[in-house]
């Protein structure tokens, strides 16, 4: 019998799952992806994910999207979930956030070599 997913009062829209984009940089910007692998009422337990370039538009910039369940290290982090809605977002460092994003959600991507 398959289990059931469990369900909260609080962020009811993030579940186990769930991805999370974190953007970040100085003069780039930098996109890392983190999927939900458990939860309780305020809190989410995530590891990172890899990431799939859908449209290269230099040499070091396009659009990637998360690679759901390619878990790239198995270490995981506890942050408390917080705003809510289309503004749920989980706070990653003292310079970055991360929202709920989709599979299919475009993210923009550029380096410096």
Not at 12 to 35: H, K, L, M, R
Not at 81 to 92: A, P, Q, S, V
Request: proline share 1%; glycine share 8%.
């Amino acid at each position: 019998m398959a289990k059931k997913e469990q369900r909260f009062s609080s962020f009811p829209d993030v579940v186990v799952g769930s991805i999370f984009a974190e953007s970040w940089g100085w003069e780039q910007t930098n996109v890392n992806f983190y999927e939900v692998v458990s939860r309780t009422e305020k809190m989410v337990t995530i590891r990172e994910i890899g990431q799939k370039t859908v449209k290269e538009e230099t040499a070091m910039s396009g659009y990637i999207v998360a690679d759901k369940g390619n878990f790239i290290s198995d270490e995981t982090r506890r942050k408390k979930i917080k705003g809510g809605g289309k503004n749920t977002y989980l706070e990653m460092t003292s310079f970055s956030v991360a929202t709920m994003t989709s599979e299919n959600e475009r993210h923009f991507t550029s380096s410096w070599a």
